[in-house]
Antibody, heavy 118, light 111 residues
Framework: QVQLQESGPGLVKPSETLSLTCAVS?????????WDWIRQPPGKGLEWIGS???????YYKPSLKSRVTISVDTSKNQFFLKVTSVTAADTAVYYC???????????WGQGTLVIVSS | QSALTQPPSASGSPGQSVTISCTGT?????????VSWYQQHPGKAPKLMIY???KRPSGVPDRFSGSKSGNTASLTVSGLQAEDEADYYC???????????FGTGTKVTVL
């Protein structure tokens, strides 16, 4: 079955870059679907960050676009998230997820908490 | 792009029904039949319960149903069970500029 697993530092200093990896198993990223990042600040709701298609095309939430980069390595069946110039407002549980063309997210990782603090 | 509006809370007794609303605009909920609903238990990842307004993924009980009228979508949980107590989020496709927007979330309590 399709499984996703996030990994990366749990603590990032303000103004630095947050970098996360999502490893996918049970499905080849290059076979289709969109591969998304979604975050959830502690005690708050879900926020879609962006998406990458197997072709490499990317789509970002407009208000985050200047700071976010999503990339993919199909040879490793992984995709990645970078958020630059982080602040405390970027503290959240970050999820990776698989989505169809209408952004229905049918498989999710377990999530990883990233805290932005000095 | 603003979040879709959901009531903060809803509740019902076991066996009863509860309906959650999700209000957007003509640029998201009202413009497309691409509304989905997610269930999230504490400390867990969200789970897709409804997609394309009223379709259920395999394995989701038929107690869960979705509908839409204008700019408002709704999720109804019939025959409430204890395990239905969770947070529920709606989501909508929002066009080729904003792509995807989530709702503010609703905490469902089974009394």
């Amino acid at each position: 079955q399709v499984q996703l697993q996030e990994s990366g530092p749990g603590l990032v200093k303000p103004s630095e870059t947050l970098s996360l990896t999502c490893a996918v198993s049970g499905y080849s990223i290059s076979s289709g679907y969109y591969w998304d990042w979604i975050r959830q600040p502690p005690g708050k709701g879900l926020e879609w960050i962006g998406s990458i298609y197997e072709s490499g095309s990317t789509y970002y939430k407009p208000s985050l676009k200047s700071r976010v980069t999503i990339s993919v390595d199909t040879s490793k069946n992984q995709f990645f998230l970078k958020v630059t110039s982080v602040t405390a407002a970027d503290t959240a549980v970050y999820y990776c997820a698989r989505a169809n063309g209408q952004f229905d997210h049918d498989h999710w990782g377990q999530g990883t908490l990233v805290i932005v603090s000095s | 792009q603003s979040a879709l509006t959901q009531p903060p809370s809803a509740s019902g007794s076991p066996g009863q029904s509860v309906t959650i609303s999700c209000t957007g605009t003509s640029s998201d909920v009202g413009g497309y039949n691409y509304v989905s609903w997610y269930q999230q238990h504490p400390g867990k990842a969200p789970k897709l319960m409804i997609y394309e307004v009223n379709k259920r993924p395999s394995g989701v009980p038929d107690r869960f149903s979705g509908s839409k009228s204008g700019n408002t979508a709704s999720l109804t949980v019939s025959g409430l069970q204890a395990e239905d107590e969770a947070d529920y989020y709606c989501s909508s496709y929002a066009g080729s500029s904003n792509f995807c927007v989530f709702g503010t979330g609703t905490k469902v309590t089974v009394l």
